[in-house]
């Protein structure tokens, strides 16, 4: 613990305006030769965020082809999942020769599991339903709300743990 006590971050984590100003945030990157970045998908393609990493990662909401495009061929993973299950519960890796309109939520992390359900059944390749998430990150409860708990996170039926309904 002592370890991390002592551990001090770089001035411009603590300037939330840097952050909201997407060419201070691009020009601090360069200056700092960044290399790899996690960011909302929506600040990556709306701000005025320029920069060039060996890998981006953007998790938090759903990509868009935009960003896609706005990306050229940088290494790019979309983490994808909610809140409750630490945010990026799946992840895809763009292959270079990728050419789809459709970003996929890829698979999952290591010690998670992914079904795909309609009421309490799973889903067949290619059928819609509602993602569900177990293992390995799953929140405990929604904070004083035990009734949403309840009804949201619940024994995993495939394994062991608890699976969250999404």
Partial sequence: YR??????????????R?????KEFSEYCRKHNVTLA???PNYYVQKEVDIQVRQLVT???????????????QTYINGYGPTESTVCATYW??????????IPIGRPRLNAQIYIMQNDKLCGIGVP?????AGVGLAREYLNQPKLTEQKFVNNPFGEGRMYHS
Avoid: H, M
């Fill in 3 to 16: 370890e991390f006590e002592e551990v001090k971050l770089p001035e411009f984590f603590y300037e939330e």
């Fill in 18 to 22: 840097k952050i909201q100003d997407g």
């Fill in 38 to 40: 996690t960011l909302p």
């Fill in 59 to 73: 998790a938090g909401s759903e990509a868009s082809f935009n960003l896609i495009k706005k990306l050229g061929n």
């Fill in 93 to 102: 890796r763009r292959d270079p020769n990728w050419n789809d309109t459709r």
């Fill in 129 to 133: 339903g509602e993602l569900c998430i």
